[in-house]
Structure formats: structure tokens, C-alpha cells
């Protein structure tokens, strides 16, 4: 794991730390449910902080004799469990917002409230996007969730500042709870979402088909001297591709030159995914002929000459 993801992982923890005491403290002087249920949503934030240090730290650990594949797997685990402590926090908030809606009360200061609340918002905004965007650059599911999650939370909070201002200018205490509601409906949403994703990770969900028809296209240039490519597989573990395929060859080409064939694909499908692990089943030209009248249906089938 590179320094910089491990040290964002870190500080995510910090950050988070200091956002939950804002946000408490906007809760303290304002008694606002609304403020209140933001506050318990970042308490969450501080959980998916850990959770996430530990799944980029597994998420890096080389492969070894019992994960030959290594464990990039770890980050779509945690995205998941973290999805689900979504989702029950939005069940909690939830619940005490119907108790607040049922039981209204005045605020005490809610501009003091509003103002702790939209500075704790501009911290979270501002965390979020370099998460997000260190997330992309490393392929990092873990930050991206948690980059996600917290930017979730910028956008309710300033609902919140909006909404809670209101209050004291209409006097509709029913505001309150009402925004509570919405803010765990938010939550809701981005745990399902959270969880939605990273379960494409864990079931090896094929990349999107612009890049597999850039890697057929790699393998037409490259494959020079070969005579089919077909069976194309591929799949994604955090910043790692999986590649592989049948690679047809001449029934008197030498080992020598189809490894000389399979060494230039090679290369080349890894300079332009980068981390990748591929594999290449050669066959020569009698067999997959006998496969092929046999009934053997092969896939995505690519003619090289």
C-alpha cells in the first residue's frame, strides 16, 4: 500500500473525530433532533473510518500461500459492512425522529447550532473530495465508499443548516423532526448504494465493454504470428486486473515463438491497465479446430490472420 493511502486512512480517522465534536457541540447549544440525528450519522463516519484503515491495509498485503490472489477483496468486504451500518443508523435516526415528531420541543440557540453545523459541513465537503479523489487515482473501493458516505453527509447538512434556520422565523417546530426523516432517508439511500457497488466487486462483475474491446484491440496488434484469441475473461480486485484467454497458434510454431507472441500481449495490456495478472492458455490450430467441430462453442472469438 502506497503512503499516501494508508496516511489519507489515517487522517480520515482524525478528521472524523473532530467533525462528530462540532457536530455534537452544534447539537448542545440547539437541542434540534435535526442536528442531533447529523451528529449520530457522524459517529457512523468515525466507525467507517477504522473500518477502512484496516481494509486498505489488508487491501495491500501481497499474495500468499492461502490468498494466491491476493486481498484486494478486503476493501469490497468492508464496503459492504459498512453499507450495512449504514443502513441501520438511517433505521435509528428514523426512529427517533418519529418520537421527536410525536413529542416537539422549542430550540435553545439555533443560529449558534446552524453555524457549528455548516463549518463541521465545509470540513466534511473538503475531506470528502480528496478521498474521492485519491480513491479514483489508486482504485481504492474503500476510500471511494467512505469518500462517498461522507459527502452524502455534506449535502444533508446543508439541508439542515437551510431547514433549522427556518425554524425559529416561522416557528414551525414540526421543521425539526421533519428534516431528521430526510436526513436518514439520505442515509438510506447511500448505504443501499454503498452496498449496491461493491457487490459488483464481489461477484466479478466484468469490466465495462469499452475497455475489454481495448484489450481485443491490444491483442490484434500485438499478436502478430498468432492466429485466433478467443474465451476472453477479465475482472477487477481493487487496483489488480484479472486477464485471460485462448491464444491459437500454428500447429509447427515452436514454444519459443508463441512465448515471444504471448510476452508482447503481455506487455502491452499491462501498460495500458497497469497492476494486472494475466494468463494465456496457447493452443495449437488442430486442437481448437477438433474443440470447435466437437460442438465447443468458444466466446468473443477474435481472428489475428
Not at 416557528?171 to 459488483?200: E, Q, Y
Request: charge should be negative; include cysteine; glycine fraction near 6%.
Amino acid at each position: 500500500m502506497t503512503p499516501l493511502r494508508q496516511n489519507i486512512a489515517r487522517l480520515s480517522i482524525l478528521i472524523s473525530l473532530i467533525v462528530l465534536a462540532i457536530k455534537y457541540s452544534a447539537y448542545y447549544v440547539s437541542h434540534s433532533s435535526a442536528l442531533l440525528a447529523d451528529a449520530i450519522e457522524t459517529i457512523l463516519n468515525v466507525i467507517a473510518a477504522i473500518g477502512t484503515l484496516w481494509a486498505v491495509n489488508i487491501a495491500a498485503q501481497p499474495a500468499d500461500e492461502n490468498h494466491p490472489y491476493g486481498h484486494g477483496k478486503a476493501e469490497y468486504l468492508w464496503a459492504i459492512i459498512e453499507g450495512i451500518l449504514v443502513v441501520l443508523t438511517a433505521i435509528g435516526i428514523f426512529l427517533i425522529a418519529c418520537y421527536d415528531f410525536l413529542h416537539p420541543s422549542s430550540l435553545k440557540e439555533p443560529f449558534i447550532g446552524v453555524f457549528l453545523n455548516a463549518f463541521a459541513g465545509m470540513v466534511n465537503f473538503i475531506w470528502a473530495r480528496i478521498m474521492i479523489i485519491i480513491g479514483r487515482k489508486y482504485d481504492s473501493q474503500a476510500l471511494l465508499s467512505a469518500g462517498a458516505h461522507v459527502q452524502s453527509d455534506v449535502w444533508a447538512s446543508l439541508a439542515l443548516v437551510i431547514g433549522v434556520s427556518l425554524i425559529p422565523l416561522l416557528h414551525w417546530l414540526w421543521i425539526d423532526p421533519l428534516l431528521s426523516i430526510l436526513v436518514a432517508l439520505n442515509v438510506l439511500w447511500t448505504g443501499f448504494g454503498m452496498m449496491r457497488h461493491s457487490m459488483k466487486g464481489l461477484m466479478d462483475e466484468a469490466p465495462a465493454p469499452e475497455l475489454i474491446e481495448k484489450v481485443f484491440k491490444i491483442i490484434t496488434e500485438k499478436g502478430e504470428g498468432a492466429l485466433e484469441a478467443h474465451d476472453l475473461r477479465m475482472r477487477k480486485v481493487g487496483a489488480l486486473y484479472f486477464v485471460e484467454f485462448h491464444l491459437v497458434v500454428d500447429d509447427h510454431m515452436s514454444i519459443t515463438e508463441a512465448h515471444d507472441i504471448c510476452d508482447h500481449i503481455e506487455s502491452a495490456i499491462r501498460k495500458y491497465l497497469g497492476s494486472a495478472s494475466i494468463h494465456i492458455h496457447v493452443e495449437p490450430e488442430k486442437i481448437a479446430k477438433e474443440e470447435h467441430l466437437s460442438g465447443h462453442k468458444h466466446r468473443n472469438v477474435l481472428t489475428l490472420s
